[in-house]
């Protein structure tokens, strides 16, 4: 089957995705939740059959508690919920049980005492920051879980339900390293601060989030640190979709200063020096981009020794094609990690830089033109249209 073939078929076979499932959360994807199902599937097994092979001789309670269930929902089909986080899984559903435990030992009606256990453990979870929805399944089962149950007392919120929440909660961390999700759950800082992400501290601020939630007057899944990111690239989406008409073929550097994988690392770092750059772009015989080199890959301690070469600390470049809307760069060029994207053709050879600067004057210039533009508009025309082009038309 050819290239084109294939990605015809991928492409329907997406498509006909698209029309079976219809998530109900936003983001998710028939990949995701078929991953998910593995995790589930591995996750349950590896968490009933330890404790039933190594722990069964504890107790007469049942190894496996029901609440595991709706837990595993959580943590492998929507892992990035606050609900799903660590504590949340293990704090949670141990804390309800405790909770369960007591008020049972309290009030001797059974459906009373699921009612109270149920609301007692919800405070109990808001309280200690580990909301997590199985948590009230897990109370509801130490009141209503029967004799055996009931003889185990307190130690039932021990084992099985903190035994098993801890299993399930290993076997969820090892699950997502391997499937490319990153868990536990966290906004990424590059720069190690207390400062927010670069993108996130323009434009909306904490205070904006915290009104429009509380006018929306409901409760989200979702970390206000993903809602502000969310909200930030659908800003970038729509900056990219107004100004799609300039391209990275308009801005790009196009003398570009590369050098090869067997260049001395000493070289490439007097020709970041001589030329004021911050990375190059590593080339093969072909003028293929294989990586890019810069101060923070050079400043590695082994670099100086005698015959290091760039191939050895080189790191992957990024890269797009030269009719890119230039737009879409403003992502990655603000991530806090890249400060310039190699423009190359279909063949990954070098066309041109792209850096942070470039995108600046871009901006600059958009911004200048937006300005003249309401200025003109606020005359009633009175300024001619040509002098408007003059200025949105320039090209760093």
């Given at each position: ?13 997406a498509?006909?995705?698209?029309l079976?499932?219809?998530p109900i ?15 589930a ?9 330890l404790c039933?092979n ?5 107790s ?7 609440p595991?269930?709706?837990s595993?929902?959580?943590?492998f089909a ?5 609900l799903?986080?660590p504590?949340?899984?293990?704090g ?8 369960g435990?007591l008020v ?22 808001s309280l200690?920051r580990?909301l997590?929805?199985p948590g009230?399944?897990a ?9 055996a ?11 099985p339900v903190?035994v098993?929440?801890i299993?399930?909660l290993?076997?969820?961390?090892m699950?997502?390293r391997?499937?490319?999700h ?5 906004a ?7 400062d927010?992400?670069p993108?996130?501290?323009p434009g909306l601020t904490?205070?904006?989030?915290d009104?429009a ?12 640190e993903d809602l ?7 800003e ?18 196009r003398?570009v200063?590369s ?9 490439a770092r007097?020709?970041?020096?001589e030329?004021?750059f911050?990375?190059?772009p590593?080339?093969?015989?072909r003028n293929?981009v ?9 400043s590695?301690g ?5 015959g ?9 470049a ?7 809307p ?5 992502g990655r060029?603000?991530?806090g990690r890249?400060?310039d ?10 066309l041109g830089m792209v850096t942070?600067?470039?995108l600046?004057?871009v901006?600059?210039?958009t911004a200048?033109?937006?300005a ?5 508009d606020g ?11 003059d200025v949105?038309?320039g090209r760093?």
């Amino acid at each position: 089957m050819t290239r084109g073939k294939f990605a015809a078929l991928r492409k329907r076979l997406a498509g006909l995705g698209e029309l079976v499932f219809r998530p109900i959360l936003p983001g998710a994807t028939l990949r995701d939740r078929m991953i998910a199902c593995c995790g589930a599937l591995l996750g349950i097994a590896a968490t009933g059959l330890l404790c039933r092979n190594m722990l069964a001789y504890m107790s007469s309670a049942p190894v496996l508690v029901a609440p595991m269930g709706a837990s595993a929902v959580l943590l492998f089909a929507v892992p990035a919920s606050p609900l799903a986080q660590p504590w949340s899984i293990v704090g949670g559903n141990t804390l309800s049980a405790v909770v369960g435990v007591l008020v049972a030992a309290i009030i001797p009606d059974p459906m009373l005492a699921g009612a109270a256990a149920v609301a007692l453990a919800i405070a109990t979870m808001s309280l200690t920051r580990c909301l997590h929805p199985p948590g009230g399944a897990a109370a509801l089962t130490a009141v209503l879980g029967g004799p055996a149950v009931t003889e185990m007392g307190i130690k039932f919120a021990f084992f099985p339900v903190a035994v098993n929440s801890i299993l399930l909660l290993t076997a969820g961390l090892m699950f997502h390293r391997l499937s490319g999700h990153r868990y536990p759950h966290k906004a990424v800082n590059t720069h190690r601060t207390g400062d927010p992400p670069p993108q996130l501290r323009p434009g909306l601020t904490q205070s904006d989030m915290d009104v429009a939630l509380r006018r929306l007057a409901e409760t989200l899944d979702v970390s206000r640190e993903d809602l502000s990111a969310l909200l930030v690239n659908a800003e970038l989406h729509a900056l990219e979709r107004l100004h799609a008409d300039i391209s990275c073929r308009d801005i790009m550097s196009r003398d570009v200063v590369s050098v090869t994988p067997d260049t001395h690392t000493q070289v490439a770092r007097a020709r970041l020096l001589e030329h004021g750059f911050r990375t190059l772009p590593v080339v093969d015989v072909r003028n293929a981009v294989v990586g890019i080199v810069g101060h923070e890959q050079l400043s590695h301690g082994h670099t100086g020794r005698s015959g290091a070469r760039v191939d050895s600390v080189m790191a992957p470049a990024t890269v797009e094609l030269p009719d890119t809307p230039v737009f879409r760069l403003l992502g990655r060029l603000s991530d806090g990690r890249t400060h310039d994207v190699v423009i190359v053709d279909q063949n990954r050879c070098v066309l041109g830089m792209v850096t942070q600067t470039d995108l600046l004057v871009v901006l600059a210039r958009t911004a200048l033109a937006r300005a003249v533009q309401t200025g003109v508009d606020g005359l009633n025309g009175a300024l001619p249209r040509g002098h408007v082009r003059d200025v949105s038309g320039g090209r760093a």
